[in-house]
């Protein structure tokens, strides 16, 4: 591989990363939502998010090519090979920390995904493009939540507020600057994704300060960076339970 | 809490229509529980619409159909087969307009 190839399957298995593995997690509340009707919709989530995941790392699989295929690439990287974000991989929390952490990413990606439809990338563009539909209701469904939970009762009130002063933490990592974004945003393949932090700060801030909740100064740094490969534990414990069956049974089929 | 508080916590019921394209009636789907119009709509499009494509949603909340009742019934509807000259096949056509109609 050369080395704008190997850039590309790296902002391609950064892409697909960060939908798979918020995917995963989503997919851990089927059969256990709250009511009926929320069961289904965060499986529905999870389900195009995971859409989403395939459609990137096919497209990472062609790039690499010598018959590497997408789950490969799902099922059988190690933890320090995953690039996704370290807020998709924290555990699944109650359902306030699930839905602010839907709310906080929805609104990433949707001003990434506008973005990447410009991209030179064919594929790239295409899948952006087709997912955006998707992310513009996962938007609406979190949104109003978010809404619902902030401002409802005094005990939802203290519990967004608990999930989000948890997750404002990770929000950093969303925009930090990266090497792979940069190089390939010189070919307008990629953006750069600390383009995207003001607006999707004002946009963030305005509906939390509606849900009458309040934001945490950043103080620290986290040492941790998920594009790097530098993960929590709790990617460990997410892909022994995602990868066990391919892994136990290689080249199965049933 | 108490069976009863139980009762009045629960969500509102929903009754779910469905537009398969404009133009067409809207049918029922079925119904869901919200707390409110927004996510009654989008609770219809995750349970409802999910495995065919649709052109519109109503939801209307269950209290407020009227529905009739049982001892409606005789006086509403016991009647109907009685009229049967209120359907076409009653009337018998002139053997000339029969033959109009087999052209």
Known sequence: MNLKNKNVVDYLLQLGDDRLILGHRLSEWCGHAPILEEDIALANI?????????????????????????DDLAYLRNPNQFKNLLIMELPKGDFAFTIFRQFLVDNYTFLLYQQLQNSKHNQIANIAQKSLKEVKYHLRHSSEWVLRLGDGTEISHEK????????????????????????????????????????????????????????????????????????TEHLDHLLSEMQIVVRAYPGAKW | ??????????????????????????????????????????????????????????????????????????SFFGTVEDKIYRHPQFYKLPDGMKNEFKK
């Open chain 1, 46 to 70: 999870a389900q195009d998010c995971l859409g989403q995941a395939t459609f990137f790392l096919n497209a990472a699989a062609e790039e690499i090519g010598n018959g590497k295929t997408t």
């Open chain 1, 160 to 231: 967004s507020q608990n999930a989000l002063n948890e997750l404002w933490a990770y929000t950093n990592e969303l925009f930090n600057e990266n090497e792979i974004e940069k190089k390939l945003a010189e070919e307008n393949i990629a953006i750069e994704s600390f383009k995207l932090k003001n607006e999707w700060l004002d946009k963030v801030t305005q509906h939390l300060k509606t849900a009458t909740l309040k934001i945490l100064e950043n103080k620290e740094e986290n040492i941790f960076n998920g594009r790097s490969g530098k993960h």
């Open chain 2, 1 to 74: 809490m108490t069976a009863e508080e139980n009762k009045n916590d629960q969500w509102e019921l929903w009754e779910v229509f469905l537009q398969g394209k404009t133009g067409e009636a809207h049918i029922h789907a079925g119904s869901l529980r919200a707390a409110d119009k927004e996510m009654a709509l989008q609770n219809a499009r995750d349970v409802y619409s999910r495995r065919e494509k649709f052109e519109n949603i109503w939801v209307v909340k269950s209290k407020d159909i009227i529905a009739s009742t049982q001892k409606d019934n005789d």
